[in-house]
């Protein structure tokens, strides 16, 4: 049985075209036995009719020598390979959460245009099981709750359940990132957290407290893929900001929640915010197994400018919290991690851990991705899953 999954575009109708191979029966460039095959392949359309005039307009990317081949439409939706290539789930990142078990199982949940589409997928990766539902509207929900009463820390381990929406990633199963749930499929994390990482590598893991902890109710996803805000800059640290897309959708009808967004244009100067994440405790130190909180204030960008830092880093991006005398600080394992604020019982996420000189040293507060500046871009991209 087949228990890889693969991913699947939260769209509506499905629509299966033969597509013919410009360069069939051409040899793939380096090969001297791979060529190009005419193949099948089926298209989930935004408010398509089966029988409407929506077969056209399709693209085909430069072809590569990796054997396969993006296939676009109105919504990507799948590969061509070359005969004689192995279909890896890997290579399939855009197609639907798809897992093990019988045909038969799913013919009598699916209609016949979606047939298609899961026999294709079958042919890539054997026997599948069930498409993850596309919900055709979204449950009630409430995001920001905690069902641990709050309470103020400092560096300390933070109340069982206290913050829900945070996320952990693994990479290669080994512990590296954060990141904080904002919906149904989608996580934020920092850019530095996924650039240049190989998603078929990385794990998130919900619903975990303390991590390594045998005996807790953790889920652990995969990743569908990743966006890494266009204009990250590896050099500054400007629009330091990812989306994570995994696999599957979470439930929030139990313990887990997403975390609210920020309102637009408030810079939360003066605030009281938490900052939350399993890094290490200190400089250069051991990474922490319980979650933890810290406390900090939230700076203006004129007086973060004015610390020791050098004024021209610190962009409109960015975001500086923490105490000009050090002692308090979110440290090395934290990125990606949220800092929130708490306004009427529900908590906000205004900043994205991003980077910072040491930890908690004096004059250099912990620099943070400004959420609210990425609002707009963080609901373009998220279209198709569920908010609360």
Same mark, same amino acid.
């Given at each position: 049985?087949?228990?890889?999954?693969?991913?699947?575009?939260?769209?509506?109708?499905?629509?299966?075209?033969?597509?013919?191979?410009?360069?069939?029966?051409?040899?793939?460039?380096?090969?001297?036995?791979?060529?190009?095959?005419?193949?099948?392949?089926?298209?989930?359309?935004?408010?398509?009719?089966?029988?409407?005039?929506?077969?056209?307009?399709?693209?085909?990317?430069?072809?590569?020598?990796?054997?396969?081949? !993006?296939?676009?439409?109105?919504?990507?939706?799948?590969?061509? $390979?070359? /005969? &004689?290539? #192995?279909? *890896?789930? +890997?290579?399939?990142?855009?197609?639907?959460?798809?897992?093990?078990?019988?045909?038969?199982?799913?013919?009598?949940?699916?209609?016949?245009?979606?047939?298609?589409?899961?026999?294709?997928?079958?042919?890539?990766?054997?026997?599948?099981?069930?498409?993850?539902?596309?919900?055709?509207?979204?449950?009630?929900?409430?995001?920001?709750?905690?069902?641990?009463?709050?309470?103020?820390?400092?560096?300390?381990?933070?109340?069982?359940?206290?913050?829900?929406?945070?996320?952990?990633?693994?990479?290669?199963?080994?512990?590296?990132?954060?990141?904080?749930?904002?919906?149904?499929?989608?996580?934020?994390?920092?850019?530095?957290?996924?650039?240049?990482? !190989?998603?078929?590598?990385?794990?998130?893991?919900?619903?975990? $407290?303390? /991590? &390594?902890? #045998?005996? *807790?109710? +953790?889920?652990?996803?995969?990743?569908?893929?990743?966006?890494?805000?266009?204009?990250?800059?590896?050099?500054?640290?400007?629009?330091?900001?990812?989306?994570?897309?995994?696999?599957?959708?979470?439930?929030?009808?139990?313990?887990?929640?997403?975390?609210?967004?920020?309102?637009?244009?408030?810079?939360?100067?003066?605030?009281?915010?938490?900052?939350?994440?399993?890094?290490?405790?200190?400089?250069?130190?051991?990474?922490?197994?319980?979650?933890?909180?810290?406390?900090?204030?939230?700076?203006?960008?004129?007086?973060?400018?004015?610390?020791?830092?050098?004024?021209?880093?610190?962009?409109?991006?960015?975001?500086?919290?923490?105490?000009?005398?050090?002692?308090?600080?979110?440290?090395?394992?934290?990125?990606?991690?949220?800092?929130?604020?708490?306004?009427?019982?529900?908590?906000?996420?205004?900043?994205?851990?991003?980077?910072?000189?040491?930890?908690?040293?004096?004059?250099?507060?912990?620099?943070?991705?400004?959420?609210?500046?990425?609002?707009?871009?963080?609901?373009?991209?998220?279209?198709?899953?569920?908010?609360?």
């Amino acid at each position: 049985m087949n228990k890889y999954a693969i991913t699947v575009i939260n769209l509506l109708v499905c629509v299966s075209v033969v597509y013919s191979n410009v360069n069939y029966p051409k040899l793939l460039s380096g090969y001297s036995n791979k060529n190009w095959n005419n193949q099948r392949v089926s298209y989930n359309h935004a408010n398509a009719h089966p029988n409407a005039n929506n077969q056209d307009n399709y693209n085909v990317n430069n072809y590569n020598d990796n054997g396969n081949k !993006d296939v676009d439409s109105a919504g990507l939706m799948g590969k061509i $390979f070359a /005969r &004689g290539f #192995k279909k *890896s789930p +890997s290579d399939l990142v855009d197609l639907g959460l798809v897992t093990s078990k019988k045909n038969q199982d799913l013919e009598k949940k699916l209609g016949t245009t979606q047939r298609t589409f899961v026999e294709w997928i079958q042919n890539i990766v054997g026997t599948t099981t069930t498409v993850a539902s596309i919900p055709k509207e979204c449950p009630k929900c409430s995001c920001g709750t905690s069902s641990t009463p709050n309470k103020i820390v400092g560096g300390h381990d933070a109340g069982m359940d206290q913050f829900p929406w945070m996320a952990y990633l693994t990479y290669g199963g080994k512990f590296y990132c954060a990141a904080c749930i904002i919906s149904d499929r989608f996580l934020l994390t920092a850019a530095h957290c996924v650039d240049r990482f !190989d998603t078929f590598k990385m794990m998130v893991h919900v619903g975990d $407290f303390e /991590r &390594g902890n #045998k005996t *807790s109710k +953790s889920t652990a996803y995969r990743v569908e893929s990743v966006i890494k805000h266009s204009g990250y800059s590896l050099l500054n640290y400007n629009n330091d900001i990812a989306l994570i897309k995994i696999l599957g959708r979470m439930k929030f009808d139990g313990p887990l929640k997403p975390v609210c967004l920020p309102e637009r244009g408030s810079t939360f100067a003066g605030r009281n915010a938490s900052v939350t994440g399993w890094g290490a405790i200190e400089e250069s130190g051991a990474l922490a197994t319980k979650l933890q909180e810290v406390v900090v204030p939230i700076l203006s960008n004129n007086e973060c400018r004015g610390t020791k830092y050098p004024p021209k880093r610190i962009t409109d991006n960015m975001l500086c919290a923490g105490f000009l005398d050090g002692g308090r600080d979110s440290c090395q394992g934290d990125s990606g991690g949220p800092l929130h604020i708490l306004e009427d019982n529900t908590y906000h996420v205004v900043g994205i851990v991003s980077w910072g000189e040491g930890c908690a040293l004096e004059g250099y507060p912990g620099v943070y991705s400004r959420v609210n500046r990425y609002i707009t871009w963080i609901e373009r991209s998220t279209r198709g899953s569920c908010f609360c």
